[in-house]
Nanobody, 126 residues
């Protein structure tokens, strides 16, 4: 059983920052690769960022590269998404997800990262 709980979302103005957190339990966290996805209103869920089990490898969607930073703390079973220079297009529900296989942005999907939390809402105003 894998339990994922996202938090840290909220309402911010364009140019602001948010830090999302995902608490994981029910498995050996350090063995899992972790990813963030988001779903904007009226759009399909899309990949945002991924970090491998050790934290040594990361990958990002082009739309967030150099603005978002994914990190993890295996001692606390936590993964984070630091979001800076937020834009209205970043608005959506953000989800964390896990996989036992590392998939970079090319192959990341709801199929390759099958375990999901309930999500946290991020709203960026103009």
């Amino acid at each position: 059983q894998v339990q994922l709980v996202e938090s840290g979302g909220g309402l911010v103005q364009a140019g602001g920052s948010l830090r999302l957190s995902c608490a994981a339990s029910g498995h050996t966290f350090s063995s899992y690769h972790m990813a963030w996805f988001r779903q904007a209103p009226g759009k399909e869920r899309e990949f945002v960022a991924v970090i491998n089990w050790s934290g040594g490898n990361t990958d990002y969607a082009d739309s967030v590269k150099d603005r978002f930073t994914i990190s993890r703390d295996n001692a606390k079973n936590m993964v984070y998404l630091q979001m800076d220079s937020l834009k209205p297009e970043d608005t959506g529900v953000y989800y964390c997800a896990t996989s036992l296989t590392y998939y970079s942005r090319t192959y990341a999907s709801s199929t390759t990262y099958p375990h999901w939390g309930q999500g946290t809402q991020v709203t960026v105003s103009p």
